[in-house]
């Protein structure tokens, strides 16, 4: 059983930054697929981005178009934790960001594609 504990989220005015991290701890796998999902009120949880590790050796990244080129997801080498580099927030990345976990990212954006969930951290631009 994996568990992901989420932390590093707050506010933030228009324009600035903040990295959010992913601790997972338990019956991790040398191949996973780890993802970001960001959930505003009254909206679907969407996929913010993924990083797929392939036996320690290999990995490689996707982003939703809203956030490609400002958002960067990336993991320790220890695989033991994910990370979300967030640049030039914009109001509207304002939401619950939840970390998952996954066996592949082939349809990372889908929310049913992972088997674990962290709790959310809090992200409010303004």
């Known amino acids: 059983h994996v568990q992901l504990v989420e932390s590093g989220g707050g506010s933030v005015q228009a324009g600035g930054s903040l990295r959010l991290s992913c601790a997972a701890s338990?019956?991790?796998?040398?191949?996973?697929?780890m993802g970001w999902f960001r959930q505003a009120p009254g909206k679907e949880r969407e996929g913010v981005a993924s990083i797929y590790i392939n036996s320690g050796r290999s990995y490689y990244t996707d982003y939703a178009d809203s956030v490609r080129g400002r958002f960067t997801i990336s993991r320790d080498n220890a695989k033991t934790t994910a990370y979300l580099q967030m640049t030039s927030l914009k109001p509207e990345d304002s939401a619950m960001y939840f970390c998952?976990?996954?066996?592949?990212?082939?349809?990372?954006?889908?929310?049913?594609?992972?088997?674990?969930w962290g709790q959310g951290t809090q992200v409010t631009v303004s």
């Open positions: 998952a976990a996954g066996q592949t990212c082939g349809n990372w954006w889908k929310a049913s594609e992972f088997g674990y």
């Open positions: 338990g019956a991790t796998s040398s191949s996973v697929c």
